[in-house]
């Protein structure tokens, strides 16, 4: 009975006689690893040796051509992996030019109050405005607002307007027909409800 045999028949519950308990005890699974990498070594050995014999039948000339392949195969991998470095440096070149020109989008949609900074980057776009060139990027702008107005904040000054006149003069009375400036009298002499 195999080793494999007697291991399935105790995975089982099923009981051992004596012979397959000793088998068992002289089992080493450890001397079986050892053995397996001296059979390794022993293979890689072998194999070295056995190109090497070929290599000494081979003529010059094949074992150049030999030398030749190998050498195209590692340049073949080392072209493959520039063409991935050039790949992702493109990639990186144009994420970072995209966050440059996100970025001075926003700083020119902050700059002249616009509302819509997608807008102006596609018009911008559109019109071909090299954004880098501060001249030209405000006179695109201020053409903008002029055509479409409603895409910018409107330019207003806090407050409820003119000042009130100094407290020591009088204020003016209005003209005899000025409705308007009359009825501003009577709400200013009105009296205070409390």
Known sequence: MTISEIIKKAARGEELNALEKAELERFDPDALS???D???AKLKEAQ???DAAEQEKLTEAERYKKRAEAAEAKLKTSEEARRTAETERDNAKKELAALIRRNRIS???AKHKCEDADYLDYLAEKNGV???D????????EKLKKEQ???FAADIKPGA???DPPKGQPEPKPEPGDRIGSIIEQLNNAPEIK
């Open 34 to 36: 050892t053995r397996a």
């Open 38 to 40: 001296n059979a390794e």
């Open 48 to 50: 070295e040796k056995l």
């Open 107 to 109: 700083e020119l949609a």
């Open 130 to 132: 090299d954004l880098s």
């Open 134 to 141: 501060e001249a030209k990027t405000s006179e695109f702008v």
């Open 149 to 151: 107005p409603k895409y």
């Open 161 to 163: 307007g003119p000042a």
